[in-house]
């Protein structure tokens, strides 16, 4: 059963474009909720998160939107630059599951244009 | 401060040999975690660590796939008579505590299994 799911598998944009990514969730107990960014060779690196308690959460060019009577998540990368080409990942955990180990999305692959 | 560490980077093995992966968690995070990243897909959850409870396994896709942890330092993933849908990169993370939500992950380790 998959519990998160992705959007789009690959995405391509022009430096200086906004990226957007999506996320659904299914279990109503997730209560965190992170998006990592993963360059090839490299572990994946947390990017910015956010509690179901607020909509909206912005870190520099990074946002994360939340819908929770939708059970849907974005990130939105505003200026997008050629260094932000990489893996995306949300993920979902609960306090409810052992360890609150994360529960991932397929991944994006963001490439930006120059 | 340093961050989680994993060793080998990369490991080829013969199919049916062992295998054993090793991670060297933050210093001072009681919770470690393994999780499995197939080729172009999502990262998946095999064990959990809290301190010097007892580990949940409940991710671990056969008893070929076991795992030890020494107090809160070191980790072995061991791998018995590998299997070619055994490659796959395996990545560790740490986290403060299993219900402090932020886990910071390793470079992983690359295993090809011919």
């Known amino acids: 059963q998959q519990q998160v799911k992705q959007s789009p598998q690959s995405l391509i944009v022009q430096k200086g474009g906004i990226s957007i990514i999506n996320c659904a969730y299914e279990?109503?107990?997730?209560?965190?909720f992170p998006w990592y960014q993963q360059f090839p060779g490299k572990g994946p690196a947390l990017l910015i998160a956010?509690?179901?308690?607020?909509s909206e959460k912005k870190e520099g060019r990074f946002t994360i939107s939340f819908n929770k009577s939708a059970k849907q998540f974005s990130l939105h990368i505003m200026d997008s630059q050629p260094g932000d080409s990489a893996t995306y990942f949300c993920?979902?955990?609960?306090?409810?599951?052992?360890?609150?180990?994360?529960?991932f999305g397929e991944g994006t692959q963001l490439t930006v244009n120059p | 401060g340093a961050g989680v560490s994993q060793s080998p980077s990369n490991k080829v093995t013969e199919k049916g040999k062992d295998v054993e992966l090793r991670c060297d968690p933050i210093?001072?995070?009681?919770?470690l975690y393994w999780y499995r990243q197939r080729l172009g897909q999502g990262l998946e959850f095999l064990i959990y660590?809290?301190?010097?409870?007892?580990?949940?396994k409940s991710g671990l896709p056969s008893d070929r796939f076991s795992a030890e942890r020494t107090g809160e330092s070191v980790s072995t993933l061991t791998i018995q008579r590998t299997q070619q849908e055994d490659s796959a990169v395996y990545l560790c993370?740490?986290?403060?505590?299993?219900?402090?939500?932020?886990?910071?992950f390793g470079p992983g380790t690359r295993l090809t299994v011919t």
């Open positions: 993370a740490s986290s403060l505590s299993g219900g402090s939500y932020e886990q910071y």
């Open positions: 279990n109503t107990a997730f209560d965190y």
């Open positions: 956010i509690r179901p308690d607020v």
């Open positions: 993920a979902a955990s609960s306090h409810e599951t052992s360890g609150s180990r994360l529960t």
């Open positions: 210093s001072g995070h009681t919770a």
């Open positions: 660590f809290q301190g010097n409870s007892a580990p949940d």
